[in-house]
């Protein structure tokens, strides 16, 4: 079989469309010396009265940070595999729906295209989970976090400059667009089950501004970019003549993109 050539254009990715597979059959690839894998087609329709598909989302590798793995190490994908090895039958599909990506600077297509290539470079890939069809739809981390579209000439571009990688390496792979002019939409079928996936990020209308809210003594925030976990110090200030001092009364936890803040009083 000839694959395609690759070019710069799509950072080297290409997908080669293979005809007259049997259903339920493993089939094994080999890409020069390096590369190589298996997958298994699906089963029957008839076969398909009950099956399995897994859905998730969100993952950053080397994140929480552990000296001793490999900086690529993405835990989800470990558990993810764990889980599905003690599967008895195996799953359909998963739908991976969106922040496949955490975009934190630059905001150009190299740099989209370098946090692609990275998680797909993470050995925590196994061949196991590369044997099953993944199936991708984005959301805001792919471009920004709480990314909604603007008129902005700035919005515009950082949307353009995102959807380039996720059209290469995801979408390019997806089942087939529904309409031209919704190319982002799409639909599929598990045997008498029709599937279909929705864009919810490109026509998002602005969200309302959310201030921090106090509740029970926590202040609910959001972090735009990074993780971690820091402590300070609140300053409570005494009457006249007495010394002012400072008084531990702050501590932050970090999820991914979210922060709790607890105050004194």
């Not at 959001?222 to 501590?251: D, M, S």
Request: contains cysteine.
């Amino acid at each position: 079989m000839e694959i395609p050539a690759t070019t710069s254009a799509t950072d080297y990715t290409t997908n080669v469309p293979l005809d007259d597979l049997g259903p339920d059959t493993l089939y094994q690839y080999q890409l020069g010396r390096d590369i190589s894998g298996t997958f298994t087609t699906r089963r029957e329709e008839a076969e398909l009265d009950r099956f399995t598909i897994l859905s998730s989302s969100c993952l950053k590798p080397g994140w929480p940070y552990n000296p001793f793995q490999h900086p690529l190490a993405v835990k989800g994908l470990t558990h993810l595999h764990n889980t599905v090895e003690q599967m008895a039958q195996r799953p359909e599909a998963p739908l991976f729906l969106g922040d496949f990506i955490s975009p934190v600077s630059d905001y150009t297509i190299s740099y989209y295209r370098e946090l692609y290539r990275q998680v797909y470079s993470s050995p925590s890939w196994t061949p196991l989970l590369q044997s099953i069809p993944w199936i991708h739809m984005f959301d805001d981390h792919e471009i920004i976090n709480d990314f909604s579209p603007s008129s902005t000439p700035q919005s515009t571009e950082m949307f353009e400059n995102a959807m380039e990688p996720y059209i290469s390496y995801q979408r390019s792979v997806n089942p087939p667009a529904l309409t031209g002019s919704q190319p982002t939409y799409f639909s599929y079928e598990i045997g008498k089950v029709s599937f279909f996936i929705l864009d919810n990020r490109s026509h998002r209308s602005a969200p309302a501004h959310r201030p921090g809210k106090k509740l029970n003594g926590w202040v609910w925030g959001k972090v735009n970019a990074g993780c971690a976990a820091v402590a300070g110090h609140e300053g409570l200030g005494g009457t006249a003549g007495k010394k002012r001092r400072q008084t531990p009364g702050i501590r932050v936890w970090c999820t991914c993109h979210e922060k709790l803040v607890r105050g004194k009083g």
